[in-house]
């Protein structure tokens, strides 16, 4: 069992209280922080948490805190990592890591050097439908991946932080875009190397100085893509959806919005929360049916705390929030000058020089094979390239 410190009672604080809570969990919030106390009470109310405090470095080094959980705002991350490396607490940080790779690389290095425990607290990746595509993927089912997917939308945040561009360091691509890309490192493999990133992010709908809109492109090693699309500007709830393309198979999740839980209702009774980022509570709802498993909550505690009592690295490290937020360093510097921008990154611990494999397949002796498929009337059909010639040719095999 597991004493914990949240440090944050709003909403993220909330979520991870429930999941560490929920389904008779042994580990338990015994401290929380808050930076005003009428939160700090609140909560310590709500989930019987017996110590509460509006000093960070108090409840930090508080004799019940074993393990210190960062539900901050992004302008705090450092701070509260540096204080649990000052009182050797392990530390498990929300996301993004760090408002840039500079602040994330500092906390990365501070907890290795000084033996702490450090978790990247990244929910998306341990979605149920997230961990068994995954599997499939390192099982090779869908053969090499070429190109993989990730969009997160919805109506905006809900606190005022993440509206500042000086404590949130960012806009969408920060909020959202840093879950997109470590999706994509996990399918394409978090050792291959990002190198650069092209990216067009535009303030469209909401009146602040950070983006609410953005695509971008990041390009790998080994010649995948990974692509993310992110807005604070869509209506209709939070919209999660994963693609993977390979040479031998496609991935397609839909993990929030559109999952089969589907319900009409004029408006009748209670009404209330629906599901987060939920616009409405009449019309047609999208419910979801245990919200802290489906976002990957649950999986991702378990995988902290096991790889904790076991000595072993987490799955989600500080390592990986600093290379999100090193190639979302890039995408924003894209943003600006309209070109591909170099992913930079001074401390990588991934494969180097890794090629993009061939293109050229063998069909036999004298041809590279193109692709073969199945006619309407069943006749089969295979489409060839000469070696010496470079000519296309078309093989057919009538029924």
């Known amino acids: 069992m597991a004493k914990v410190c949240i440090l944050g009672g709003g909403f993220i604080g909330r979520f991870y209280a429930d999941s560490l809570h929920g389904q008779r969990g042994r580990d338990r919030v015994s401290v929380v922080y808050a930076r005003r106390e009428e939160t700090a009470i609140r909560f310590a109310t709500d989930y019987a948490v017996p110590h509460y405090f509006t000093d960070m470095e108090e409840a930090i080094k508080h004799s019940e805190t074993e393990v210190v959980v960062i539900a901050l705002p992004n302008n705090l991350h450092e701070t509260a990592v540096n204080l649990c490396v000052k009182h050797k607490k392990a530390v498990l940080c929300t996301k993004p890591l760090g408002r840039n790779a500079e602040e994330a690389l500092r906390m990365t290095k501070a907890c290795e050097e000084a033996g702490v425990f450090a978790g990247y607290l990244e929910d998306l990746c341990y979605t149920p439908k997230f961990m068994k595509s995954l599997t499939s993927v390192k099982n090779g089912a869908i053969g090499r991946i070429l190109w993989s997917k990730s969009r997160e939308t919805h109506p905006g945040p809900h606190s005022d932080w993440f509206w500042d561009i000086n404590m949130a360091g960012g806009g969408a691509i920060l909020d959202l875009g840093c879950h997109c890309i470590e999706i994509a490192r996990n399918f394409i493999g978090k ?34 893509i990974g692509q993310f699309e992110v807005s604070w500007t869509f209506r209709g709830g939070m919209d999660l ?30 009404g209330g929360y629906v599901a987060e980022k939920a616009e409405s509570s009449s019309g047609w709802q999208f419910p979801v049916g245990d919200e802290a498993h489906e976002l990957g909550y649950t999986n991702m505690f378990t995988d902290m705390f096991n790889a904790m009592e076991k000595g072993i690295e987490p799955n989600e490290t500080f390592y990986d929030g600093y290379v999100v937020n090193a190639i979302i360093d890039a995408a924003y510097k894209s943003a600006k000058t309209k070109l591909w921008e170099p992913v930079q990154l001074p401390e990588w611990r991934g494969q180097v020089g890794v090629q993009k494999p061939s293109v050229y397949n063998e069909y036999d002796a004298d041809h590279w094979f193109i692709k073969d498929e199945i006619l309407p009337n069943g006749d089969k059909k295979v489409i060839l390239k000469k070696k010496t010639t470079g000519e296309i040719i078309e093989l057919e095999t009538w029924k």
């Open 191 to 224: 050792d291959i190397k990002p190198v650069e990133v092209m990216c067009w992010a535009d303030t469209q709908v909401k009146p602040i100085d950070a983006e609410d809109h953005a695509i971008g492109l990041v390009k790998y090693e080994n010649g995948a």
């Open 241 to 270: 959806r994963d693609e993977v393309m390979g040479t031998e198979g496609t991935i397609w999740i839909n993990s929030f919005l559109r999952t089969g839980f589907e319900m009409f209702t004029s408006g009748a009774g209670e």
